[in-house]
């Protein structure tokens, strides 16, 4: 029978919560990696702690693909560099300078890449808590990404989220059913410096905002 308790505070004490913030602080977006292998059992270890992530109707879409091949990693940085030179065609002026100097992928450093894909036609959860909001799926799935992400940091393994893809072709290279779609490309490994200062407020692309900007109540 699985363990009940009836005072879920008292299981964690101020310690363990000054260490959580501290993990939260620490969890950035990692764009330069060092290219020290990642231990497979580690690898493990991080996915099945994603794997214990919240998801609609107990759904569990998530799909986990390691790319590992020559072919579908050169393919994928291809695709990379295509977008990469779309979007910055979109800046001019100082915004256009400021893009092009940063570095927006580990994708020749990184040991481990991970693509992460939403099922949208699977059994299981029965379609409880979607049928109004299909886009749970996919918003379950990046709930499995932050718990990934988190679970990374804590063996102090750091994680970039490449969005600058074209998914069409994404999914394409790697093969995979047509039911599910590209909801995260993540490149995994030990970062070459630790901050908790984001990568983009540091070069001045993006400050961080008041969060009490972001609330409201009705």
């Not at 913030?21 to 990692?30: Q, Y």
């Not at 994603?50 to 390691?66: I, K, T």
């Not at 091949?69 to 100082?94: T, V």
């Not at 100097?101 to 890449?113: I, N, Y």
Request: net charge negative; glycine share 8%.
């Amino acid at each position: 029978m699985p363990h009940a308790t009836t005072d879920i505070a008292a299981e964690f004490g101020p310690d363990f919560r000054d260490e959580l913030d501290r993990l939260f602080a620490l969890r950035r977006d990692v764009r330069r990696f060092r290219t020290d292998p990642i231990d497979a059992d580690l690898l493990d270890t991080i996915l099945h702690r994603a794997e214990l992530s919240p998801s609609v109707g107990n759904s569990q879409p998530w799909r986990w693909v390691e790319v590992r091949s020559p072919r579908c990693r050169g393919q994928i940085r291809e695709n990379f560099a295509r977008s990469n030179a779309d979007a910055l065609d979109g800046y001019d002026g100082e915004r256009a300078r400021l893009y092009a100097g940063l570095k927006l992928a580990g994708l020749h450093d990184a040991p481990v890449h991970l693509a992460v894909f939403t099922d949208h036609e699977l059994p299981q959860g029965h379609g409880l808590g979607r049928a109004t909001m299909p886009e749970t799926l996919d918003y379950s799935t990046v709930a499995a990404v932050t718990a990934l992400w988190l679970a990374a940091r804590s063996h102090g393994v750091g994680v970039g989220w490449v969005s600058i893809l074209d998914a069409a072709a994404a999914h394409r290279t790697l093969e995979v059913p047509d039911t599910w779609s590209l909801t995260a490309y993540l490149c995994l490994g030990y970062p070459e410096t630790i901050t908790d200062v984001p990568e983009l407020e540091r070069v001045g692309w993006q400050e961080r905002t008041d969060p009490g900007a972001r609330r409201f109540s009705r």
